[in-house]
């Protein structure tokens, strides 16, 4: 069987009674030592019970202390969750957040608005157990006399303490409300594997320092941190509360619970485990709670989801008023007409039985003994006890889109959290009805209520959201504009391509007709003057044109500056395979820098004057071996290339010459214009 045990509070002392559902203490000395009924428990009744081990003191020396250390560190997303690794109830945790308990209890540092908005929680807990202080004489039940069967719960509980728990607890909850919810899984992910705790892993990775939280976590971090023993935990270099410190303050908290210990945990018993409690002549007997606990979770949890409804039904009426919000009704499912009937059924159903224990209730108390001198007391058992009359249920209609709607809603919400804390009452009273399949029209379901509420929507948000859909839309038809203009651009390009190409097939047709016309003057032309036909083939290596006789070049005499001019580049066209003496082929010698020909002009019975003029003149060329030649006019080969009267001064002219002596002023050299040797 686990051990129970119940969160330590000053006010507890050994044998006191105990309620473990309610965790509310009960009547002092229900309990005693073995042996005799006026013996009470002190603390010098409790036996220590650990296993021996050795362990360094702060000092240096060894102490006989053996510590039970338990780290966890896990995601929760209920409170529930919370409230069971501390061992507090959930019926002490409702009571708690109404102002009821009226104790201080472990849950109390936990920020239940905060837990329930933020969307990420991380709870981190050390347990460390130095020894179990256990009273074991204390065996003998000691009931009170006269206490009604009905009061047995009341008084004396369910169990008893019979110990305590000495070593420290360390728990801190971290809570993270995220600007954009939907990172809170990449957020988990950053968080897993950070906190390392000697020999296991477990969740968290990223330490939430200033520096990463502000560039990591985009929200509102809230941690929340409370111990018990240890002393003072925290050293002068800890002045915040991060995921780092809170992680080495973890892994140092064992040794300061070592040297300053406390008592963390009651121990309880039952009291059907005592031999005694069933010696005893008494009426009544305790109620079992063993299966009130995940009920009660249950309840908590529906606690807290309305908790945090009312607060924002609040907010959002706040704000409905101040113009900042607009609210909508949501539409009516047909699931909520068969709610409402399920929930008026069983209403009335409860108020049958409700009316006939009151008439029970009623007769038994008009009943008198006629040998009384006054009316006994109506003794109705713990498990019959008359409740309160139930609230009726929810109309389970959406809510008004108006202030009107909201003030409703509001009602309702705590009508809900009423009957949640009745029926934690009522659980308390008797623990049975947390078994009772039937009964499960207490209160409506948070996510139902939920359903009901108007949708409240921020105007502000609104509007930019609204401004955003018509610029995007703007911006939409803005493209599709773009996008026909690009498409009328196109179709006149197109068309544009298409007439360019009509007149580019125009100007073939007409090209092709001018080179016939050309081709049929070239083969008229070929009549008229043999040589055409043999001309112009280009070389594209210029040359150099030097007289054999003054070793003179060749050069263009500009008609408005005459004298000394650069040595000229000039462009003949030549067949390489051709062989002859005087070849057959002819050529135009041009002139590059000023693209004109040289030419014939006037003719007489011995010489041609030669000028250079727009229209060639073509030569054939003799070779005379020795790389010298002799330049002829095609079309009168008796005329040869000379410089008249073989002047030796810059200036000579050119002649065709008709000499019957053909001498040194006919020679020439032809060479590339990059070869300078004669």
């Not at 000053?10 to 002092?28: E, K, P």
């Not at 209890?105 to 256990?134: G, H, M, W």
């Not at 560039?215 to 509102?220: K, L, T, V």
Request: aromatic letters at 10%; hydrophobic letters at 35%.
């Amino acid at each position: 069987m686990a051990l129970l045990l119940a969160p330590y509070n000053d006010a507890m002392r050994l044998g006191m009674g105990f309620n473990s559902f309610t965790q509310q203490l009960c009547v002092n000395d229900a309990v005693r030592l073995a042996g005799g009924k006026q013996e009470i428990s002190t603390d010098k009744s409790l036996r220590p019970q650990y296993n021996p081990g050795l362990m360094t003191a702060p000092d240096g020396s060894t102490v006989d202390i053996s510590q039970n250390v338990t780290w966890t560190a896990k995601f929760v997303d209920k409170m529930s969750e919370v409230t069971n690794s501390l061992n507090v109830s959930g019926s002490l945790q409702v009571k708690l957040e109404t102002g009821e308990a009226g104790v201080n209890v472990s849950a109390s540092f936990l920020d239940s608005n905060k837990f329930k908005e933020s969307d990420i929680n991380y709870f981190i807990q050390v347990r460390v157990t130095n020894q179990k202080l256990i009273a074991e004489d204390l065996t003998d039940f000691t009931p009170i006399p006269n206490v009604p069967f009905s009061e047995f719960n009341r008084v004396y509980g369910d169990s008893f303490i019979s110990g305590f728990i000495e070593g420290g607890e360390f728990n801190a909850i971290i809570s993270i409300k995220l600007n954009d919810s939907s990172q809170a899984t990449k957020i988990k992910g950053d968080l897993e594997g950070s906190i390392g705790f000697s020999g296991i892993q477990v969740s968290a990775s990223a330490s939430l320092d200033k520096e990463d939280s502000k560039s990591n976590i985009d929200g509102e971090t809230t941690i929340s941190v409370s111990w018990r023993g240890g002393g003072d935990i925290k050293d002068a270099t800890v002045t915040d509360w991060t995921l780092d410190t809170l992680k080495r303050v973890a892994m140092e908290f064992p040794e300061h619970v070592m040297a300053c210990p406390m008592r963390t945990y009651a121990i309880l018993t039952k009291y059907t485990s005592l031999k005694s409690f069933y010696e005893q002549s008494i009426k009544g007997s305790p109620l079992d709670y063993e299966n009130a606990g995940v009920y009660s979770s249950a309840l908590l949890d529906a606690y807290m989801d309305y908790k945090v409804m009312w607060r924002d039904i609040q907010q959002a009426a706040w704000d409905v008023d101040k113009g900042q919000s607009a609210l909508t009704a949501k539409n009516a499912l047909p699931e909520f007409a068969e709610l409402q009937a399920e929930s008026k059924a069983y209403y009335d159903k409860q108020m049958v039985e409700y009316n006939q224990k009151q008439q029970a209730l009623q007769a038994a108390s008009t009943s008198t003994d006629p040998n009384a001198t006054q009316p006994p007391a109506p003794i109705v058992p713990a498990q019959q006890a008359l409740p309160e009359g139930p609230i009726p249920p929810n109309n389970i209609v959406p809510y008004k889109g108006n202030q009107f709607g909201l003030d409703a809603a509001r009602r309702d919400c705590r009508f809900e959290m009423i009957k949640i804390v009745r029926e934690v009452d009522a659980v308390a009273t008797d623990p049975r009805i947390a078994c009772d399949p039937s009964r499960t029209w207490q209160y409506l379901s948070p996510a139902v209520f939920r359903m009901l509420l108007p949708t409240v929507t921020d105007v502000k948000k609104q509007k930019e959201a609204e401004a955003a859909a018509a610029a995007a839309k703007a911006l939409e038809a803005a493209k599709d504009k773009d996008s026909q203009n690009v498409s009328n651009d196109l179709a006149t390009t197109k068309k544009k391509l298409d007439e360019s190409q009509t007149q580019l097939n125009q100007l073939k047709g007409d090209n092709a007709k001018l080179q016939k016309e050309v081709a049929d003057a070239a083969a008229y032309k070929s009549q008229v003057s043999p040589y055409n036909g043999w001309c112009p083939v280009k070389l594209n290596t210029p040359i150099r044109i030097r007289s054999v006789f003054s070793k003179k070049c060749f050069q263009y005499d500009y008609s408005d500056n005459k004298g000394t001019h650069a040595v000229q580049q000039w462009d003949i066209s030549d067949d390489p395979n051709q062989k002859a003496s005087i070849r057959t082929w002819a050529f135009s010698i041009r002139h590059i820098a000023s693209g004109k020909f040289l030419t014939t002009n006037n003719t007489t019975n011995d010489t041609v004057e030669l000028v250079f003029g727009a229209f060639p003149t073509f030569f054939a060329f003799q070779d005379l071996g020795k790389g010298e030649l002799m330049v002829h006019i095609a079309e009168m080969p008796q005329y040869t290339l000379n410089i008249y009267f073989a002047l030796m001064t810059n200036g000579a002219a050119l002649k065709g010459w008709n000499g019957a002596a053909k001498g040194e002023n006919d020679k020439w050299y032809f060479k590339d214009f990059a070869d300078h040797n004669i």
